[in-house]
């Protein structure tokens, strides 16, 4: 949320080199946990660690003080829907960029459901010069795994991996053909490429809105069963042993699921997946009285569920969390539930949310940063996520501890609809900066 | 004419559900819907005590006879009302029910009795107008009204729900009014039972606090109250049962299923009913057993009651706001 102040820092400013002192320096990819400065001198890193104080950097240009606060490579959200190009009025790579670098994202992952669909290199190539212009967080596009998404002929993987897609997806369409699947993961593989599944079996779930449950009964809602989701993760899981390749489960929700990865990652397959904070910080009672802010994809479990998650948090089985930022206006929200659309706006409570599972112990924080940055960044091999010299200069600098209230209106995204809404969160973004550049900065 | 026959306040503004009413709150509305039956079984049925005020039919999805007995309550209260029928095909869409909400509450109705094909849909509705909402049934969540009216012909007829061992039968998935019933009956101390094909009981439906049969012989056992739910084709997305004929054959309520049950049970049903579906015809038309017609008679006077008891809520809000 925004609590501080954009700037327009441009990529054709001028950058002299800047220290980043007294802070408590964060780097999982390194596990670097220690007080100490980061120096930067354009747009790179060129040195971290102890030595970097307020004394020893005298001769940088500009010194902040980081008053002990965290400093951690800026994160990295795989999992974000722009809605630019073709519906621009829930986001755009500009109000969304902007909702980012509030929530200390500086390098995201967009989903390929816009309109048109991203399957084309012209549109790869559209979304990556676009988010360079705005000069906010850097931005990666999926491609579509088959053609507009339809799940029936896949698409130019290669050819788009060539144009800058890192990874692959039917967004929050599950590929539901089994036979499309298996060539997709075995084609996939050919180029070595990443093949991303929402996994949700479309036949069991069809109709269902909100988990299958006694509060779905109670509310007289067609209820939507865990089992869809364990059903296509159990099936994909055998597809990946027959045709080997790479396969990660996006925003993994239940404890059947969860089971099923973590003896398919025992047994050697190259499985991943990640989990959005909605799935280990609400569940299903969330929805109350047809709060459609709650509605989301896969729909919020039980507390069994949500438990689930955390497990799988901390011993590894889910490897990465990502926002899973679905923008949706108010006419998309403010309707009879089953009517209303799917998603929830993350980006700017990613890090606070994200930040429970250490103030509540399930693990230590710098566990909780490595599944926001080294973990991402490995996966899709991207050119972000670490603190070391000769890296870009994306910094997050966080107050682990200060507490603040999510409120939707008051969210940078152009779209409000926080399943947080009201939430009290303690973990505040204080600064972000991109390539050496400070692009929002909260006044202290 | 004579004042209201009902004195006791309704501490809700809008009467959405059963689902938190405590039972001293029901017994309110039971006691009230009472004394209106007995006001319309005399030839003077007319009362003031809606005199002024406005009331709006706003129905989402088709309906005769609750509509009717709505406006029949209404117009016995004095009140002006008013009845719009909105075409499903072109309100399905929640903008329009939001904007119909505003349209609505600028022409400063009173009451807004609503039914909508989407569960919730009532609640979001009454979230935007300044009156007092009454649901006229919400998709498969709820429909009160016909829970009180069924709880009503069950007190008339035994003088008590506390304790009667009552069976709910059907399509309770699809059921606003089952579920309605089950907070209801359950709340006010009956045993309540269900029974149905397991693709047609919801999820965690012992969860009310009920017991959970899937054989109607089982299930009608030593009932003092068997209540027949309409298979509701129209909202069945896909195929629960695999046909008609096998339905009735193991759930349909006919004289040798119903011999389970106490030799005086009560047969009651929401209506329309489906003949040879869920019910057959000589049950259904056997009025030493079937209270079915009743059912619509009580509708009237638990309908004026609730009108007369939020109408008299909105008074209040209506002197506050001076």
């Known amino acids: 949320m925004a609590h501080g102040n954009w700037t327009h820092a441009m990529p054709d400013d001028p950058l002299g080199s800047v220290a980043y002192v007294n802070a408590r320096l964060l780097d999982p990819a390194t596990g670097l946990d220690a007080m100490g400065g980061v120096l930067t001198e354009g747009e790179k890193v060129v040195a971290v660690g102890p030595n970097i104080t307020r004394e020893g950097a005298s001769l940088a240009d500009t010194i902040v003080d980081c008053r002990g606060q965290c400093l951690a490579p800026g994160l990295i959200d795989i999992r974000v829907q722009i809605r630019e190009p073709g519906e621009e009025h829930k986001g755009t790579l500009e109000s969304e960029g902007r909702a980012a670098t509030a929530g200390g994202v500086t390098t995201y992952v967009c989903l390929p459901n816009t309109t048109p669909v991203i399957a084309e290199v012209s549109e790869v190539e559209f979304v990556a010069r676009r988010a360079r212009l705005l000069g906010l967080s850097k931005v990666y596009p999926y491609g579509a795994v088959t053609k507009d998404l339809k799940g029936v002929e896949i698409a130019e993987i290669g050819t788009l991996a060539g144009a800058g897609a890192v990874a692959f997806t039917d967004g929050e369409k599950a590929i539901a053909n089994t036979q499309v699947m298996r060539r997709a993961l075995s084609y996939a593989s050919t180029f070595g490429l990443l093949i991303v599944q929402h996994p949700e079996e479309p036949g069991l779930a069809a109709g269902g809105v909100m988990n299958e449950g006694e509060i779905a009964t109670r509310l007289g809602l067609p209820g939507l069963p865990s089992a869809a989701e364990t059903i296509l993760v159990e099936r994909d899981l055998r597809l990946l042993a027959l045709t080997g390749g790479r396969l990660h489960f996006a925003h993994v929700s239940c404890a059947e699921a969860i089971d099923a990865i973590r003896k398919a990652k025992a047994a050697g397959l190259r499985v991943t997946c990640d989990t959005a904070p909605p799935y280990f910080a609400l569940n299903e009672t969330s929805v109350g009285d047809y709060r459609t802010f709650a509605k989301l994809s896969p729909p919020l479990r039980g507390e069994r569920d949500r438990e689930a998650v955390v497990a799988a948090l901390a011993d590894g089985t889910i490897d990465v969390i990502a926002s899973d930022h679905a923008p949706q206006d108010e006419d998309s929200k403010r309707l009879p539930f089953a009517q209303a659309a799917n998603g929830g706006v993350g980006l700017e409570t990613l890090l606070s949310v994200s930040l429970e599972l250490y103030h509540n112990g399930h693990l230590p924080l710098l566990e909780v940063i490595g599944k926001l940055t080294r973990a991402p960044s490995e996966l899709m091999n991207l050119p972000a996520g670490k603190l070391s010299p000769g890296e870009a200069a994306d910094i997050v600098i966080f107050d682990p501890d200060r507490a603040w209230k999510v409120d939707a209106d008051q969210l940078a995204s152009k779209s409000k609809n926080s399943p947080f809404d009201g939430r009290p969160v303690q973990g505040m973004v204080i600064r972000t900066v991109i390539d050496g550049r400070t692009v929002y900065a909260v006044e202290n | ?322």
């Open chain 2, 1 to 322: 004419m004579a004042d209201p026959p009902v004195t006791a306040a309704f501490p809700h503004r809008h009467l959405l559900g059963i689902e938190g009413l405590s039972p001293d709150e029901i017994t309110i509305l039971l006691d009230a819907s009472d004394a209106y039956v007995e006001l319309n079984r005399q030839a003077e049925k007319k009362r003031d005590a809606l005199r002024g005020r406005t009331v709006i039919n706003l129905f989402f999805e088709s309906s005769t006879r609750t509509r009717t007995s709505f406006e029949l309550a209404g117009k016995r209260l004095s009140a002006d009302v008013i009845n719009m029928s909105v075409g499903t095909s072109s309100v399905n869409k929640g903008e329009s029910l939001i904007d119909t909400a505003m349209t609505l509450n600028a022409m400063h109705p009173d009451v807004l009795v609503v039914r909508h094909g989407e569960s919730g849909a009532v609640k979001l509705l009454s979230e935007k107008v300044n009156c007092a909402v009454i649901n006229a049934g919400d998709g498969s969540h709820e429909h009160p009204t016909q829970a009180l009216l069924d709880a009503l012909t069950i007190r008339r007829r035994l003088g008590r729900l506390e304790g009667l061992t009552i069976a709910i039968c059907g399509d309770v998935l699809h059921s606003r009014v089952a579920r309605s019933n089950l907070l209801l009956l359950t709340t006010m101390g009956a045993r309540v039972r269900v029974i149905g094909p397991r693709t047609l009981l919801p999820a965690n439906v012992e969860r009310y606090g009920v017991e959970v049969f899937h054989d109607m012989k089982a299930g009608l056992d030593g009932c003092d109250i068997v209540m027949m739910l309409r298979l509701q084709m129209e909202r069945m997305q896909g195929n629960f049962i695999p046909s008609i004929r096998e339905y009735f054959q193991f759930f349909g309520l006919d004289y040798d299923k119903l011999a389970a049950a106490k030799e005086d049970a009560l047969i009651m049903h929401p209506g329309p009913s489906n003949r040879g579906v869920e019910i057959d015809s000589e049950v259904a038309d056997d009025f030493s057993r079937s209270v079915i017609r009743e059912q619509v008679e009580m509708g009237v006077a638990v309908r004026m009651a609730c009108l007369d008891l939020l109408g008299r809520n909105t008074e209040e809000l209506g002197a506050r706001n001076l």
